[in-house]
């Protein structure tokens, strides 16, 4: 038998896992032995230097990126699963997306045509968030109202670049919690080559309840998205916490931003 | 203008609210500094080391109830952030040998004396000549310190095979890494 304690047990000691009895006999080694006494002491103090270089704000932000990687990768996983599955429904609507937008338009596929019931920005940009998915016909949210959405509807988003050259979105819910969307971390996307509107990958499925406000944003040079959700964070705080009441955020270039209320 | 086309879809889950932030805080304090440590140790980049904690404790929020009924939720943190780093490095490829290079920067990260060191190194050194679970087994022993009834516990395998897989290990390593 070992005359020290093993490195697994002093470290369940530091974090307060031991049961009492044995946490005092550990305890008391630890006290009266050199190396056993140093290793626990490496234990607090590595612990130390994690939360002098990582805040825990810095922490907290990091790993709620971190679930939302996780939960669009699970949903993307799922809905491999499910599409062979559905194939002659996503016929039915493949044709219903791909029409409707067309419909909206009259029918035109002039690239320079603006957004029906979008944002014109700058010059010729412009942003548009779709909704469908759901029972209700697709739809483009207005900018002015919040947009009421229906169970199972999801939105995409889509700009119009003109002279800008990034684009990031994110959202912000009614407490406040800011989800980077595009990207979902690092700096802003360069905006699609090619003039006219360019789509954001993916359908956003926003679950839960209450307001959520989302903000697209075009910039002349790349933003950091830790930026991005300081300055929503300030705007959230300036408004009194109403997520329904937010001024634009304090960062350069153009931006839009909708409130869509969750079912 | 054209439609959107449908892709994939992207989930905005529900943001967390003060019960979920207290439990994180708690996870923190108590193993932030372990399983940042393991990350290193294994990844041997502060960045990716970061990234890779984060998704591990992401984990543990995510699988909350099944987290907080563990006896030891170290044991739970640094077995999922053992096995996150090791697909990680698996999931790249030809990185083992970019990952021997990285050594030397990395030899810093360590703790316990220089004879810990030399074990935590020739561990590391020897893990690219060993399947996963083995992998597991080692870093849990010889870097952790668990004893063969914890490795079996940690791994949900027998005492009985979990000593073979460290014997099979030692023989690559010699003496040092022995199983007692």
């Known amino acids: 038998m070992s005359a020290h304690e093993s ?34 002491r490496s234990f607090a103090d590595a612990q130390a230097a994690f939360e002098a270089e990582v805040p825990f704000e810095k922490f907290e932000a990091g790993v709620e990126r971190a679930r939302a990687r996780q939960a669009s990768t699970e949903s993307r996983t799922q809905a491999r699963w499910v599409r062979p599955l559905m194939a002659v429904a996503a016929s039915v609507v493949v044709v219903l997306v791909l029409a409707r937008p067309l419909l909206e338009t009259g029918g035109r596929t002039d690239p320079l045509q603006p957004p029906v019931a979008g944002n014109r920005l700058k010059g010729g940009a412009g ?12 739809r483009v949210a207005s900018t002015d109202a919040p947009e009421a959405l229906q169970p199972g509807e999801r939105v995409r988003l889509g700009y119009t670049a003109d002279a800008y050259r990034y684009v990031a979105a994110l959202s912000v819910d009614a407490q406040g919690e800011v989800t980077p969307l595009y990207p979902e971390s690092g700096d802003s996307l360069a905006v699609e080559p090619g003039v006219g509107q360019h789509w954001l990958p993916e359908s956003v499925e926003f679950t839960g309840a ?27 705080t ?22 869509l209320l969750k079912p | 203008m054209t439609g959107p086309t449908p892709l994939a ?59 907080r009924a563990e006896a030891s939720p170290l044991t739970w943190l640094m077995k999922i952030a053992t096995h996150h780093c090791l697909n990680q490095l698996r999931s790249e490829g030809a990185a083992w040998r970019k ?12 703790h316990g004396g220089a004879e810990a060191m030399e074990t935590r190194d020739l561990v590391r050194k020897l893990l690219a000549r060993v399947d996963a679970e083995t992998q597991a087994a080692a870093i849990h022993y ?14 949900g395998r027998s005492v009985p095979t979990v000593r073979k897989r460290l014997e099979h290990f030692a023989e690559l390593g010699g003496e040092e890494l022995s199983v007692r």
């Open chain 1, 7 to 40: 490195s697994w047990t002093l470290r369940r000691l530091h974090a307060g896992e031991l049961p009492a009895p044995e946490a005092n006999r550990v305890r008391g080694h630890a006290e009266a032995c050199d190396a056993c006494g140093a290793t626990l």
């Open chain 1, 127 to 138: 942003a548009e968030l779709r909704i469908g998915g759901g029972v209700d016909p697709q």
């Open chain 1, 210 to 236: 209450g307001a959520e406000r989302v903000v697209l944003v075009l910039t002349d040079a790349p933003v950091s998205m830790d930026a991005l959700g300081d300055a929503a964070r300030k705007a959230f």
């Open chain 1, 238 to 259: 300036a408004a009194g916490r109403d997520v329904t009441r937010m001024a634009p955020l304090d960062v350069p270039g153009a931006q839009t931003q909708w409130v």
């Open chain 2, 9 to 67: 879809l992207k989930v905005v889950p529900p943001r967390p609210n003060e019960d979920r932030r207290a439990v994180l805080r708690e996870l923190y304090v108590k193993y932030g500094g372990s399983v940042r440590e393991r990350c290193r140790y294994l990844l041997k980049d502060a960045s990716r080391a970061e990234d890779a904690m984060q998704d591990v404790f992401a984990r543990a929020l995510v699988h909350g109830d099944s987290f």
């Open chain 2, 99 to 110: 990952w021997f290079a990285r050594d030397e920067a990395a030899r810093s990260e360590g």
């Open chain 2, 142 to 155: 010889h870097v952790d310190g668990m004893t063969l009834e914890e490795v079996a516990a940690a791994l």
